[in-house]
């Protein structure tokens, strides 16, 4: 990420340097499943590995979205949802109509007729939320909705975690927190920093990574930065044991490993990373992507998880020192198609090894200390 404790970068869908759109890079080369959600309840048992898992839900079928949002459209809807959700268990009809403190019955009545079924249940007890309503009501109070909040680039005391800078500039926008260094070239090539319009030639993008508007409230640049971290590696841990963060679908993994790789100067002419190894991880339904380093992505693993452990490291904490600052970190591209990696992490006289398959599955683990070494 970012000023990432752990190598990981993307956000959704859309990069902010693309414009946001994401439906011609790739989506489609990765592949919906068969059957996917898309008809609604419809899918019975995927096609996947030869038709032999079944689907296991039978939906009550999806509300389409231009009924859902016309349904949703109107004030006193959203606000039947929030006393709802507010409420301790159901509300009667005349509590809740006090409540919402809306003008006639007749008229609430009607609004909250269009809310029950999928979003309002009735029952013997009164109406309450049905989980669709408290999703909603999620993604307003997230702000998802609502709020645009901006911090314009602030510089915070945070070190660089490739050049040891002490200071890192904090930006966010559109959703994306934005970490950049002065004082070096950060982590992708000029080419692709170039793309994007709001960045000075004189920083360099470290990571973006997506936090909802409501991270950023009653929180400073630094603290918005601490929080975006802790909010990427808990969505990175999900991705990368297939379960989207968003959405719960299937997640496809793409990853691309330098063969000539050569960051000496910072970045490397051939892939124009510092990292030899990308990966992205992509959802097959709601199209949330998060990409980066292999970093992001071994974090999951139960050997790299011990070995920062045994030495005080904890990758979850949000304002821990990235692995990065702490770990000698390598990377040994042995084979790029498909790829076949070597990562070395190395914490004062313990290395750890991991060769790691295209998969990034780790094949093998070593531990070695500098006396067992050939130095
Ligand atoms: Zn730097
Ligand atoms: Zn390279
Ligand atoms: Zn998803």
Known sequence: MTADPHGVDGGTGGD???????????????????GATEEGGTEEG?????????????????LPPDEAFAVLGQETRLDILRILGDADGELEFSALFDRVEYDTSANFSYHLEQLVGHFVERT?????????????????LSGAVTDAPVVEPTEIEWPCQHCGASTVEVEYVEEQVGIYCTNCPGQYGGARAAEDDALPADRARIGYVHLPPAGTRDRTAKEVLAAANTWTVMQAQSLHRGVCPRCAAAVVHDLDACGSHDASEGICDACDRRFAVASRSTCTNCGFELGGSAIGRLHTEPDLLGFLFEHDVDPFASDSASTLEVADFDET?????????????GIGDDRLELLADDDLDVIEATRRTTTDADD
């Open 333 to 345: 591209v042995l084979a790029t198609d498909p790829p076949k990696v070597r990562f070395t992490f």
């Open 46 to 62: 995927g096609t996947e590995e030869g038709g032999a898992k079944e689907a296991a839900t039978r939906g009550r079928g999806r």
């Open 16 to 34: 902010r340097t693309k414009g946001g759109s994401t439906d011609a890079d790739g989506t489609d080369a990765v592949g919906r499943e068969e």
């Open 124 to 140: 013997e007890d009164g109406y309450g939320l049905r989980q669709a309503g408290r999703r909603v009501l999620e993604a307003v």
